[in-house]
């Protein structure tokens, strides 16, 4: 595959936004959301169950990088236009790794952990059986944009260009802890900790198909086809 020289359209201003709302959508927005459902939303007649808070936790962060983040979403798409080949076999190449990269770490984790099941993974399946046609909106058209353009577009491709090493360490460890951070406040064992390299491999290939394609909507498309294949598998 040609690979396609590396392009990070973000200016400064987004750049700025964009960190500052990965650590507001990591670590604040699940507070917000909920305190909207127990203090607000009862007082207009309604509350929300899981689904719709993860429905409307997406929705904000899609409409806020939709408004703040427009410049930079836009010039990425047409880096994929203009790198079309490029985009395609990252996605596909980056999927085959990424299954024999997940199923490595998961048969290692296997033997630490034989019993006990990702508590994430374990609460996003639990919603999806019960409203399976929701969830796929959640997880293939909203989480992979809302995620892709924090983690691997502000996140990544801002380090990218200073050292390439930091900007896999740090969107990995952001990543992995977005997923996992508040069930640790929950008193769970430390164990569960390895659970966070479950995250990894979908780091490290979604960080490699960004660069390799030249636009963030590769790791995005590649992001989309990991969780339509998850949600199929676990609606059977």
């Known amino acids: ?68 983040l427009f410049h930079f979403l ?53 919603i999806t059986r019960i409203n399976p046609k929701k969830m796929l909106v959640i997880g293939v058209l909203l989480a992979p944009v809302v995620e892709e353009t924090l983690f691997r577009g502000v996140v990544f491709g801002s380090l990218r260009g200073k050292n390439a090493f930091a900007a896999y360490l740090v969107s990995c460890l952001l990543f992995s802890v977005y997923h996992l951070w508040s069930y640790f406040l929950d008193g769970g064992s430390l164990w569960n900790l390895l659970y966070l390299l479950q995250y990894v491999p979908a780091g490290i290939v979604l960080g490699w198909c960004y660069e390799q394609s030249g636009t963030l909507w590769a790791p995005v498309f590649l992001h989309m086809l990991i969780n339509y294949v998850s949600i199929t598998v676990t609606i059977g």
């Open 1 to 68: 595959m040609k690979k396609a020289k590396f392009h990070h359209p973000m200016n400064k201003v987004e750049t700025i936004v964009g960190w500052v709302y990965v650590f507001v959508h990591i670590f604040a927005m699940p507070y917000i959301v909920s305190a909207l459902n127990v203090f607000v939303f009862p007082h207009l007649g309604f509350q929300l169950n899981e689904t719709w808070l993860n429905f409307l936790y997406y929705a904000i962060g899609f409409t806020f990088l939709l408004g703040f």
């Open 74 to 126: 836009r010039e990425s798409f047409r880096d994929m236009w203009n790198n079309f080949m490029a985009t395609v076999v990252a996605v596909l190449i980056g999927y085959v790794v990424y299954i024999f990269l997940s199923a490595a770490v998961n048969f290692a984790i296997s033997f630490f952990l034989p019993s006990t099941v990702n508590p994430n993974s374990e609460a996003v399946n639990a």
